[in-house]
């Protein structure tokens, strides 16, 4: 079973900064199934990208995503407001899916 | 706009079976993998299991021996039954829909919190 870790677990910016955010593999992830989610107090998690590198419909171009093997990041160009919240990588192997336990992006 | 709805008791007694029944609005269950994510108070992410629209099931391992998963096309809806469960199963327990060619989660119900006490 593939684990994922990301970090930092939680990092203090503010809006118009630059927010990356990383996820390692336990092993290499050699199918690019390797997605990020957002997720707000109170709501659902939102599917951000996919792919590695792919924008779910509607997201903004300021999120992007890149990596490989076992090393994945999640870059957001320039924070807005509504960009606080928790971010998490997911994986699909071997009939698993796996999420990483997720990066808080707070308020400096 | 596809959209998705979990119902069903908020409050479960240890021991005894949860179950969830997710409603799909918008669009049609079939064709698409369908899944159950919960999210343990304060914590991160756990996939439970996904079926496709025609029944073909797969489980998490560390909760197969309890779960069954099913779906009703006539209804559009998917359900999840988890027994005997315990305090450690209280969670919000999300229905998402697995995206068309991935493997990732592109729609989602608001999730129920679903409370497992006595």
């Known amino acids: 079973e593939i684990v994922l870790t990301q970090s930092p677990g939680t990092v203090s910016l503010s809006p118009g900064e630059r927010a990356t955010l990383s996820c390692r593999a336990s092993?290499?992830?050699?199918?690019?199934?390797l997605a990020w989610y957002q997720q707000k107090p109170g709501q659902a998690p939102r599917l951000l990208i996919y792919g590695v590198s792919s924008r779910a419909t509607g997201i903004p171009d300021r999120f992007s995503g890149s990596g490989s093997g076992t090393d994945f990041t999640l870059t957001i160009s320039r924070l807005e407001p509504e960009d606080f919240a928790v971010y998490y990588c997911q994986h699909y192997d071997s009939s698993l899916f796996t999420f990483g336990p997720g990066t808080k992006v707070d308020v400096k | 706009q596809v959209q998705l709805q979990e119902s069903g008791p908020g409050l479960v007694k240890p021991s005894e079976t949860l179950s969830l029944t997710c409603t799909v609005s918008g669009g049609s269950i079939s064709g698409y993998y369908w899944s159950w994510i919960r999210q343990l108070p304060g914590k991160g992410l756990e996939w439970i299991g996904y079926?496709?629209?025609?029944?073909?099931?797969k489980y998490n391992p560390s909760l197969k021996s309890r779960l069954t998963i099913s779906v009703d096309t006539s209804k559009n809806q998917f359900s999840l039954k988890l027994s005997s469960v315990t305090a450690a199963d209280t969670a919000v327990y999300y229905c998402a829909r697995i995206r068309l060619g991935g493997l990732d989660f592109d729609y989602w119900g608001q999730g129920t919190l679903v409370t497992v006490s006595s």
């Open positions: 092993q290499s992830i050699s199918n690019s199934y």
């Open positions: 079926i496709y629209y025609s029944g073909s099931i």
